[in-house]
């Protein structure tokens, strides 16, 4: 093995392939037993599973885009015919997969910049084993999470000048959510900027400034494109579509009251009061109780999960930018910690960040043979730091984290995690009684296994419902307290509407009066 060559060519490719499938194991064991034991919910595994069975049956009259959804995705709309291979598990299993591509295209990537296996598969290490992949992949199914994957391989197109394959990406991704095109603003302006070179003009004052080199400036062109096209489809979406149909996203903004009721509002307020908005990046600005540490803790594991290389790669903290602000500045201190799917953009980000970082000093020339060897030995240290240290982050937030986690959810090592809080027999006797082109009214746990039908509605919503599902033990009673819960289910019978037609192990059906 020479210096700097990482693994030579005529080793075996068994890490290739053994990181990738451990990867995959532990998601699956976090993810698709979470589904499993009926933790996973409405919010947003049930909503965007019945979009998906209303678009793959042609029901457009539900379409989850135009009355008032709680997200603009086209990809439920792209993908919806995979549920009928995969059921009620599909989006879950689509969302492992990427996350698989994500990692490989990470590795692609830098070994096409780097020519340096080891460095190329330690950056997939660090890409899998971030903290923000444990805690999205916990909680349900989110798009932003699938886009997300996408990022290594816009790199990888755009570095090959491979614009096809760069545009449907691109493409991918501003559909995917309706803040991805804000990202991708950010995304491809950062990655025109580090095309740039600085240089010392001529003349009699020797100006220095910015300028593409010839070999770039193709890729420069399709990405201020880029930038051009997410700038008008997320103002299409802010400044029209949304405000008219989608009111739940609409709702989201509210959330932001520091910056305003639009995204116009939020761009002036950020100029005009900037030093009050980079305090709310580090403080509890609206003073909720408990949410003192959140945004420190976040930052302290960002920081060890590779975020240092923001602080030196500017580029790399602009692509960053509207993520800090999504979920610092929100009044919702959920956001803030890091738990959720909040902080996975960071990820391929920081990953990328860091190991373009590193093949950029291998690729320079050592004077001697013994000077290349040393560089090598000091690079290969801090890569293996970078990813030993991340790992360790994480498995620690796993354990011990001021911010709220569902320990059962994540801790995919301890036998909780196995143990389901219902009689999952009963729950299955229960979603087989119930008709499936009947509309149906479920408690949040319950609703994603039940989704597969043309109406579907989180308890103590009711509309056209002709069955009501519920468990009356457990611990997910969200948006009621059991009690609460208990009390609405009594009521509904007293009033004559509704009655019980099954129980069994505190899980009932309720059958609509005709």
């Known amino acids: 093995m020479k210096p700097g060559k990482g693994f030579s060519k005529s080793d075996s490719a068994w890490p290739e392939i053994i990181v990738p499938v451990v990867a995959a194991a532990i998601y699956v064991l976090i993810s698709l037993v979470n589904h499993f034991v009926y933790r996973t919910y409405f919010n947003d595994l049930g909503l965007y599973t019945n979009a998906m069975y209303n678009y793959a049956h042609g029901n457009w009259d539900k379409s989850l885009i135009i009355a008032g959804g709680e ?16 059921g009620s598990y599909t989006l879950l299993i689509f969302q492992i997969v990427l996350v698989i591509a994500g990692g490989v295209g990470v590795r692609k990537y830098i070994l096409q910049i780097s020519e340096n296996r080891l460095l190329s598969i330690l950056a997939q290490v660090h890409f899998y084993f971030s903290f923000g992949l444990f805690t999205a992949l916990s909680f349900d199914y989110h798009s932003n999470v699938c886009a997300a994957m996408l990022i290594p391989w816009l790199f990888i197109f755009v570095k090959q000048e491979k614009w096809i394959g760069a545009s449907v990406i691109f493409f991918l991704i501003i559909v995917a959510k309706e803040n991805m095109p804000l990202w991708m603003m950010f995304v491809c302006s950062g990655m025109l900027f580090s095309l740039h070179r600085l240089h010392l003009g001529r003349g009699k004052y020797k100006l220095p400034h910015l300028i593409i080199p010839d070999p770039h400036k193709n890729s420069a062109k399709v990405l201020l494109v880029f930038v051009f096209v997410a700038t008008a489809y997320f103002l299409f979406l802010s400044q029209w579509f949304m405000p008219r149909y989608s009111y739940a996203v609409i709702g989201h903004l509210k959330d932001y009251h520091i910056l305003g009721t639009t995204p116009l509002s939020a761009i002036e307020n950020i100029f005009t009061h900037p030093f009050e908005v980079l305090k709310m990046f580090f403080t509890n600005h609206v003073n909720v109780a408990g949410g003192d540490f959140l945004k420190a803790e976040f930052h302290m594991f960002l920081l060890f999960s590779g975020g240092w290389i923001l602080l030196i790669r500017p580029q790399y903290l602009w692509m960053c930018i509207p993520v800090f602000a999504q979920k610092l500045l929100t009044d919702n201190p959920q956001f803030w910690g890091v738990g959720g799917q909040y902080a996975i953009e960071f990820v391929p980000i920081i990953s990328i960040g860091i190991f373009e970082f590193l093949s950029l000093k291998i690729s320079r020339q050592s004077t001697t043979e013994k000077a290349g060897l040393i560089r090598w030995k000091r690079i290969k240290t801090i ?7 991340t790992v360790v982050t994480t498995f620690r ?5 001021h911010a709220f986690i569902d320990r059962a959810a994540i801790r995919f090592y301890q036998q909780r995690h ?11 006797d229960a979603i087989d009684l119930i008709p499936q082109d009947a509309a149906l009214s479920a408690q949040t746990h319950l609703a994603p296994h039940a989704a597969l039908r043309k109406s579907i509605y989180l308890f103590p919503e009711i509309n056209d419902a002709d069955y009501i599902l519920l468990q009356l033990n457990g611990n997910s009673f969200y948006p009621l307290t059991q009690e609460e819960l208990i009390s609405r289910k009594e009521y509904l019978i007293k009033s004559g509407s509704w009655n019980e037609v099954w129980q069994k192990d505190s899980i009932v059906i309720l059958r609509r009066n005709k």
């Open 71 to 86: 997200h603009i995705d086209l990809w439920l709309l792209i993908f919806s015919p995979l549920s009928y291979l995969f």
């Open 383 to 389: 890569a293996i730091a970078s990813v030993l240290i």
């Open 397 to 401: 937030m796993l354990d011990y984290s």
């Open 418 to 428: 196995y143990t389901a809080h219902l009689s999952m027999d009963s729950a299955g």
